[in-house]
């Protein structure tokens, strides 16, 4: 343990990443995650987000570039940092055929690290059926599954590729709990790519928002939701133009739009003499739909 | 390695006993059959030993595409093995199947002289022809598949490679057909054999996506 405690503060860093693939690039990518941090990469289909997951699990070679976890490059020929990686992926492949409980005794015996408690603790925690084959399994027992195997061996980094997509409320829900406590003794460092932008708001501490390859941008949860606002405001001026605005709804003289910059656009609003002025706050996953919609432009004009 | 070529060996196990325990059954069946049809007479020996040695094929076959759809990589790659270790399972798996329905004639053969009364010594060195043969083949499937893992991941070169060495082992193979009973026979096949798995395990180490 000691040798861990000496290790580099970064929990995983990409350099340069860069992959190739037929009409598709992804990166350069530049990205660090310190330990405590839950940063969820957000970004439409075809992103590059699972690739980006697994180039860091060192399941893809990337053409340039590199990924460090903990210090220790990543590829798939070494094997130190695998210790410090929980992968959890649609596919995780266990043996189909093979019972829950077998496919967990195996990589017990493979996996260093591995703690029979924490394992029984979480299969108690999941009511994980253990004696159904794996391909007999649901969605939701299977990811279940996946998560006791990628936790049980207590890895510092957790790479979760899509944990609750598919997933009903109730499952989601648990899975998203554990994913919490996991991440709140503020040691474990987790990078998970979602679809499911209301987790967001339950997870995350930060978002990087992923297109065409590459990360447009990243940003604090906090840091959005304090700008963020949406604004209703009574205005008969037919053509206000207001900065900061990346959507305007407008019915007669009833306005609605949504700000990136609150205090800015209130000013502006009050120089226009602006009557009936309604401030709400937005969530989390509200505002990344917006940055998801509006794309590069809001995206850099917020950087 | 061995713990991982072990638990597939394990896993695959119930297909090897069932392509075995087929294999008994059309034995037993063509042995009757001949036996009454042809009054006293029985099946060739080579025409039973075909039997349980393609069946090994066919397992080694099934375990390839198995292994692959269930993306067990993926799963061997959160653990302490190298691309190295996956490619000794990956070429050993094959090996250990064709070996075992290699291993299986001797007890089929024995059934059908139990049945039959009969036993032919002098077609055991076309059994070991045929044998090497379907071996061979076995050894191609992960040949095959990492060729093709190279072509998808645009390494060009090495999946032209690959193929190259895939087509020069079906022509040794086709070759050494001619020579069944020779030892340049043996020696064309066990060429393609090592050739096959050494460089299916190489392919294997060169991969760049490991996620399939």
Redo the contacts between chains.
Sequence with gaps: MSDRRTEPATAARLRGLVK???GFQLGPLDLSLEPGTVLALVGPNGAGKTTTL?CM?????PEEGGTEVYGAPVH????KY?RD?G?V?E????????TAGRNLD??A????GWSHERARRLIERFALPLDKPVSKLSRGNRTKLALV??LAYGPRLLLLDEPTAGLDPVVRAEVLDVLWEVTEDGEHAVLYSTHVLSDINRLADELAFLRDGLIVLRTGCDELSERWRRVSFRLQDDAVELSDVVEHRRVRAEHQVITRNAEATLQQLSELGAEAIEVSRMSVDEIAVQILKEGHHVARTES | MWRVLKAELMYFWPWMLGGLGIAAFVVVLLSVLVRFLEEGEGPPSFVIAMFPIIAGMVVSFIAQGVRAEERRARLLLAGPFTPRQLAGVTVLLPACFAVLGIVAVAPMIALATLITGKFEASALPIVAGFAGQFWAYAQLGPLAQESSAAHRQQRSTTAIAGWAVFAGAILVLAVSGFFMQSVSGYLGIATAIVAAMGVAAVLYQRRTDFTR
């Excluded at chain 1, 699990?57 to 070679?61: I, P, S, T, Y």
């Excluded at chain 1, 798939?76 to 094997?79: G, L």
């Excluded at chain 1, 015996?109 to 260093?112: A, D, I, K, M």
């Design positions: 190739r693939f037929p697994n699990a060192g399941l893809v070679v798939p020929a070494r094997t695998r990686v992968y992926g596919e995780s492949g266990f043996f189909q055929r093979w195996f990589l015996r493979l996996l260093p195997a990628a």
